[in-house]
């Protein structure tokens, strides 16, 4: 048989193997004693998982109430800081201790002088700037001339 793994499953086969020793009894006298164990053992593992199964709805109402203690911690903190800044003034660099961002006056944008565009002078002995010679017709793929 196969090996099993899930709690239910191990405390079911550990039952199984108890009553069947039980029903044979009276051929197993040799096998008392670890009988006697495997039915200790048996009891042990179902009071350690009633603890298990306890302290999983205790975590579950500690984490609970951990979660309702950081929303008020988080709400206590945000009134604190409210309260510094209006003691403090909105504008104290002092405030950057409390995690607060001082209001600033803002930097004028310094705006980059672009230089125009420089434009080649149109080459010699054209005018308006077409190409000397002769134009060449653009080629298809694949022609000659």
Request: proline share 9%; charged share 25%; aromatic share 2%.
């Amino acid at each position: 048989m196969g090996t099993t793994n899930s709690f239910a499953d191990l405390m079911l086969e550990w039952k199984k193997v108890l009553d069947a020793c039980a029903d044979n009894a009276a051929a197993l006298t040799t096998a008392e004693p670890q009988r006697a164990l495997v039915e200790k053992l048996l009891k042990e593992a179902q009071d350690l998982k009633a603890q298990q199964d306890s302290r999983t709805a205790s975590k579950q109402a500690t984490v609970q109430d951990l979660k309702a203690l950081l929303h008020d911690g988080r709400e206590a903190v945000r009134r604190l800081k409210a309260m510094v800044k209006a003691t403090l003034g909105t504008n104290k660099e002092i405030l950057v201790q409390f995690g607060i961002a001082p209001i600033r006056k803002r930097s004028k944008k310094k705006t980059a002088v672009k230089p125009p565009p420089e434009t080649p002078p149109p080459p010699a002995g054209t005018p308006g700037g077409t190409p000397a010679g002769p134009t060449a017709s653009p080629q298809k793929h694949g022609e000659t001339q």
